[in-house]
């Protein structure tokens, strides 16, 4: 799912900060009621979609054009890392995940994806050596 800006024009694939962006308020709701679940599902936690804290960041984020997969990504991306952490887990909220610190989060997925396929290509690497020594 992606919000859609009324001002954006279809060449434009940037991120803005403007607070005159529309969203259609059907869409919004939508949003917020899957990035609420997942939230819930994912955390065993009871969010509530009519929070005006968690509307207002899903809202700021969406207005930055964020989708609902970026959303996912950093629910799952913090979870794995905070869930088992008795200091962390209470960070799994709304206002944390969904703040001004969205976008680190939703990038450190990415190092996290690349670290993987490093270690992956380095296995790899390691396999074919050893089997080209016999």
């Known amino acids: 799912m992606h919000i859609t800006n009324s001002n954006s024009n279809s060449n434009s694939n ?3 900060n403007s607070t005159q962006n529309k969203i259609n308020k059907d869409e919004l709701n ?6 609420v679940n997942y939230l819930n599902l994912k955390t065993s936690k009871n969010f509530r979609t009519s929070s ?8 700021a ?12 990504t ?4 913090k979870t794995t890392e ?8 209470k960070y799994l909220r709304p206002e944390t995940l969904f703040g001004n610190k969205f976008e680190g989060y939703l990038n450190q997925n990415c190092e996290i994806q690349n670290k993987e ?18």
């Open 74 to 77: 950093v629910i799952d991306t």
């Open 82 to 89: 905070w869930k088992n952490n008795k200091e962390m887990s």
């Open 30 to 35: 939508k949003l917020i009621h899957l990035v």
């Open 52 to 59: 005006k804290a968690t509307v207002k960041h899903i809202k």
């Open 117 to 134: 396929q490093e270690e992956a290509v380095n296995e790899y690497m390691e396999m074919s050596r050893r089997f080209e020594n016999g």
């Open 14 to 16: 940037t991120n803005s």
């Open 61 to 72: 984020r969406a207005l930055e054009g964020f989708t609902f997969d970026n959303f996912k």
